[in-house]
């Protein structure tokens, strides 16, 4: 059953430290998205990459965050220095795009940040 | 205004009742139309995709889509308390990757 993995599931943190996530996508899989989730924002996507290339991060403050894919089995996402609004739920997603189409999103389960 | 409208609900129905969950969207480009469901404390797995226009059944599950109102629907019927989770209308446009989804709404289904 495959599946995209995220560690930490949760992480508590103090405000101007750094945190780094990551996210495994499904083999395969040539696509992989950042989101953030909150009740006030809903699910905003923060960065996009594409056979590991970064086609999109417009969603992410510049300045504190950063988003690689090292390798086509990880992807890390980094924020540096973290504040209190950084809290939230950071989902990763995988799927495979086929020319112009890109197929269903699997999203992995989440990392739960609190930033103090 | 937000591309995609959602109620946030949040939505409470006995067992067994017909639920419709609605968004409404403002880009006549989207053309992929999909239904997301989300258990607390969990990701958004997919439950119905579409393209363009007309309705989708799958099981309990019916999805609908009218491009020329710009809304999109999902019925579920007979529902049960297993229902019971967050459900994100989402949209793309042919070419593009970017996925625009609406605020999700909370439904509950009392036992």
């Known amino acids: 059953d495959a599946r995209v993995t995220q560690t930490p599931r949760h992480k508590v943190t103090e405000m101007g430290q750094e945190v780094t996530m990551r996210c495994q996508p499904i083999l395969g899989h040539n696509t992989v998205f950042w989101y953030r989730q909150t009740m006030m924002q809903g699910l905003e996507l923060l960065a996009y990459f594409r056979n590991r290339a970064p086609l999109d991060d417009s969603g992410m403050p510049k300045d504190r965050f950063s988003a690689e894919m090292p390798d086509a089995t990880l992807a890390t996402l980094k924020i540096q220095p973290s504040e209190p609004r950084d809290s939230a739920v950071y989902f990763c997603?995988?799927?495979?795009?086929?020319?112009?189409?890109?197929?269903?999103?699997?999203f992995g389960p989440g990392t739960r940040l609190l930033v103090l | 205004q937000k591309e995609v409208e959602q109620d946030p609900g949040p939505l409470s129905v006995p067992e067994g009742a017909i639920v419709s969950l609605n968004c409404t969207y403002s880009?006549?480009?989207?053309?992929?139309f999909m239904w997301y469901r989300q258990y607390s404390r969990k990701g958004p797995e997919l439950l119905m995709y579409?393209?363009?226009?007309g309705n989708k059944e799958d099981g309990r599950f019916t999805a609908q889509v009218d491009k020329s109102s710009k809304y999109i629907s999902l019925f579920i019927r007979d529902s049960q308390p297993s229902d019971s989770a967050t459900y994100l209308c989402?949209?793309?446009?042919?070419?593009?990757?970017?996925?625009?989804f609406g605020a999700g709404t909370r439904l509950f289904v009392k036992a």
């Open positions: 989402a949209m793309t446009h042919t070419g593009g990757f970017k996925t625009i």
């Open positions: 997603a995988s799927g495979l795009a086929r020319q112009a189409k890109q197929e269903t999103q699997y």
């Open positions: 579409t393209y363009s226009s």
């Open positions: 880009n006549s480009a989207f053309q992929y």
